[in-house]
């Protein structure tokens, strides 16, 4: 198994900044893909970002030019490094990881296996 658990959420005005971090551990060798997520409410959960285990990141339509995500392998941290925010970016986020191999990291839920249980970030 994999536990994650997200912090550094909170409230920012708009063109505020915010550094989510997700703290992985278990069996984390298996880890491929890990990726952010949010879920705005009454909304679909959608993918932010993505990376594999090489650093290669992959963006998706409400991340791009604004967000980067990173991985730190040896403190085990995932991040996601938030400008210029805006209020459409109020969501719950959350991050995933994938233990199964992949080309590339994706931005559909079900590539990914385990969740953490999230961070509010509330742009105002």
């Known amino acids: 198994h994999v536990q994650l658990v997200e912090s550094g959420g909170g409230s920012v005005q708009t063109g505020g900044v915010l550094r989510l971090s997700c703290a992985y551990s278990?069996?984390?060798?298996?880890?491929?893909?890990m990726g952010w997520f949010r879920q705005a409410p009454g909304k679909e959960a959608e993918g932010v970002a993505a990376?594999?285990?090489?650093?290669?990141?992959s963006y998706f339509d409400p991340a791009k030019d604004r967000f980067t995500i990173s991985r730190d392998n040896a403190k085990n941290t995932l991040y996601l490094q938030m400008n210029s925010l805006k209020p459409e970016d109020t969501a719950m986020y959350y991050c995933?990881?994938?233990?199964?191999?992949?080309?590339?990291?994706?931005?559909?839920?079900?590539?990914?296996?385990?969740w953490g249980q999230g961070t509010q970030v509330t742009v105002s």
């Open positions: 990376i594999d285990e090489s650093g290669t990141s």
């Open positions: 995933a990881a994938d233990v199964y191999w992949r080309p590339v990291c994706g931005s559909l839920r079900d590539e990914y296996n385990y």
């Open positions: 278990g069996v984390i060798s298996f880890i491929s893909c």
